[in-house]
């Protein structure tokens, strides 16, 4: 099956700092979603993006779904960033099944 | 975006007992949904496609009898954790994909098997 691969797995930043997240995936895709998953469990949506770029306030992702991979950056960071972030991708033919990252810890200092 | 409801957010359950978990689709219907199961600290894991009107699919490696899927309606599907044991204590969580394939979660199940 596809493999996603998120780096670096984990991230600390000094609140108003900007960072760079990355989701390479091994094969074609047709969906990619980015996610942050709040201290209780809940799966925010951040960006559907199987191509191009979108911004959202602070938020802003970017896929090159030619060279398989994705990025999501945060600008400006604050405490209320912190989380876990997951790339999830459906590869080409899976039916809507998503395939999850290992995600990224990020944890945004005051 | 679509909103989906998971219910109950936390259940505790004696061991040998069954626990059902609901998860609903509020404002689209969705004749797939998914559920995953999320171990501390690590990703989520698919578990099985619920299939509305049809037999639900399987990951390798989980056993169907023991999660009972049933997807009664183009907007609900249930889980059904039958004989609990300890090591089924675990983050469950439920999703819909709409129309272009974006799936939104339901607000995951906590469950503690004692």
């Known amino acids: 099956g596809i493999q996603v691969e998120q780096s670096p797995p984990d991230l600390i930043l000094q609140e108003g700092a900007n960072s760079t997240l990355r989701c390479n995936f091994s094969d074609s895709v047709n969906n990619l979603q980015w996610f942050h998953q709040n201290p209780w469990g809940q799966l925010i949506n951040l960006f559907y993006?199987?191509?191009g770029t979108k911004q959202n306030g602070r938020l802003s992702a970017t896929t090159v779904a030619t060279e398989r991979y994705s990025l999501l950056y945060i600008s400006s960071s604050q405490t209320t960033d912190s989380g876990v972030y997951f790339c999830a991708v459906v590869s080409t033919g899976a039916n809507s099944k998503l395939t999850f990252g290992k995600g990224i810890t990020l944890s945004v200092r005051p | 975006g679509a909103v989906v409801s998971q219910h109950p957010s936390r259940v505790i359950c004696k061991s040998g007992t069954s626990v059902k978990i609901e998860c609903r689709s509020l404002d689209f219907q969705a004749t797939t949904m998914f559920w995953y199961r999320q171990f501390p600290k690590q990703s989520l894991m698919l578990m099985a496609t619920?299939?509305?009107?049809?037999?639900?699919?399987?990951e390798q490696g989980v056993e169907k009898d023991k999660f009972l899927i049933n997807h009664a309606s183009l907007t609900l599907s249930t889980l059904t954790v039958t004989s609990a044991h300890p090591e089924d204590s675990s983050f469950y969580i439920c999703?819909?994909?709409?129309?272009?394939?974006?799936?939104?979660f339901g607000q995951g199940t906590r469950l503690t098997v004692v």
């Open positions: 993006i199987p191509s």
């Open positions: 999703s819909a994909p709409t129309l272009n394939t974006e799936a939104f």
């Open positions: 619920s299939n509305e009107g049809s037999k639900a699919t399987y």
